[in-house]
């Protein structure tokens, strides 16, 4: 049958001449066709609305990716349901690559037929994936990416978390005005861009608030000896180490920062807030302070409560930053199509960047510029082998 329209397209005759009747059963079937397509989500079955997750489920960053999936699912079981439909989820592993991250927004995208996508973790792997989302026109929010570049300028890329300025601006400022340091030293993972960028803002922050940048050493993800990058900083006398680095390389250079005899605090960034960090570096680590996205004791809305609970009572430990900020992605996702009124990219990308103070599970949220949340910084110190709450810096 579409043989013989695309013919007649074309201005090739069909093989058997087209009655009336006939060419009125091909418009209606045609006319039921599209009906029916515009009745359903992209790619979701009838009654279903798909939502995929490119995440690190392993590799260096496959902590991070576990705790971003385990939120999601814990908000995903509190509600199962969007626009009177099941919300199925897909997932597919980054391997904390950049490559393989943006070959999974592809898959997303062309094999699963996804309305919206949650992820990466990690900023340099989500600026590889977010851009073919972007041409795709399939909204993409990103839970923990901080890098100012994944939603600068787009406008299909979102995410949960603060970003990149504002953190490195609110931990000079803990340096300066809460542990009074007047001379930092930076260690610093040029392999990854959050850890670049976060040292950036960090240095032009501590050095306006009248602070000195006594030194700046580089190491490389996977790195195990620091020794010859530690030696550089430790005749400089820091007061504060500014390690704004993953939790694997923050843990081992706690240690090998401690067994050269450094003492000097250590302040880093929210990537290194996970509980890895705690087994890997054991006493090294403890003192260590973090900028991050949330504290269980911070939780203040009838959603983070909830979430809070459900999580807790299902997987038996605290609930982190990285789940907390997976949950919010999915119940924001949920909520721009609610408002939406369905899963047209556009609508819902519209949406989510009109989000205004929705009760979220890390506090209250409103889409800033550049679809960055607008959003307090907490701050945490590692007490007894426990993250442990010291304060809430406003932006």
């Known amino acids: 049958m579409l043989t013989s329209l695309f013919r007649v397209y074309r201005g090739v005759p069909p093989r058997l001449p087209l009655g009336v009747c006939d060419l009125r059963k091909i418009f209606y079937t045609l006319t039921v066709c599209l009906l029916l397509g515009g009745l359903y989500p992209r790619g979701a079955a009838a009654g279903e609305i798909k939502i995929g997750l490119y995440l690190p489920m392993t590799g260096p960053a496959a902590a991070m990716g576990q705790m971003v999936w385990e939120g999601v699912q814990v908000a ?33 995208i062309e094999k699963e037929k996804v309305a919206a996508i949650i992820g990466e973790v990690i900023s340099s792997d989500t600026l590889a994936g977010s851009p073919i989302a972007e041409r795709a026109h399939i909204p993409n ?48 993972d040029q392999a990854q861009d959050y ?9 032009q922050e501590f050095k306006r608030r009248g602070g000195q940048i006594a030194a700046v050493s580089y190491i490389q ?4 000896d620091f020794s010859a990058q530690i030696g550089a900083l430790k005749w400089k006398n820091p007061d504060l180490i500014y390690a704004p680095n993953y939790y694997g390389e923050s ?51 009838p959603l983070a409560k909830k979430f809070l609970q459900a999580y807790e009572a299902e997987y038996k430990k605290e609930l982190d930053a990285f789940t907390a900020l997976a949950g919010d992605s999915y ?26 103070d929705f009760p979220g599970v890390t506090g209250k949220i409103t889409m800033g510029p550049d679809h960055n949340p607008i959003k307090a910084v907490v701050v945490l110190k590692v007490e007894k082998g426990k993250f442990a709450y010291q304060t809430t810096i406003n932006p």
Not at 195 to 203: D, E, I, K, M, T
Not at 277 to 295: C, N, P, Q, R, W
């Open 76 to 108: 995903h079981r509190l509600k199962p349901r969007v626009l009177g439909q099941e919300v199925k989820l897909a997932l597919v592993d980054t391997r904390s690559d950049k490559i393989e991250a943006a070959n999974a927004v592809s898959r997303l």
């Open 141 to 188: 929010i990103a839970p923990t990416a901080t890098n100012p570049l994944v939603t600068q300028n787009k406008k299909y890329a979102f995410r949960a978390c603060f970003v990149d300025d504002l953190q490195g601006r609110v931990a000079a400022r803990f340096a300066r005005e809460n542990l009074k340091a007047q001379k930092a030293a930076l260690l610093i």
């Open 195 to 203: 850890c670049v960028g976060l040292a950036n803002y960090f240095q």
């Open 221 to 224: 993800t996977g790195d195990q």
């Open 251 to 301: 843990a081992l250079l706690a240690k090998q920062l401690r067994d050269l005899g450094m003492k000097a605090p250590i302040l880093t960034g929210d990537g290194a807030q996970v509980p890895e960090l705690l087994s890997i570096g054991g006493k090294a680590v403890e003192g260590m302070y973090f900028t991050a996205h949330f504290h269980r004791q911070a939780a203040a809305t």
């Open 331 to 356: 119940f924001l996702l949920l909520n721009a199509m609610e408002k939406a009124g369905g899963t047209d990219g556009p609508k819902v990308a519209q949406a989510l960047a009109g989000t205004k």
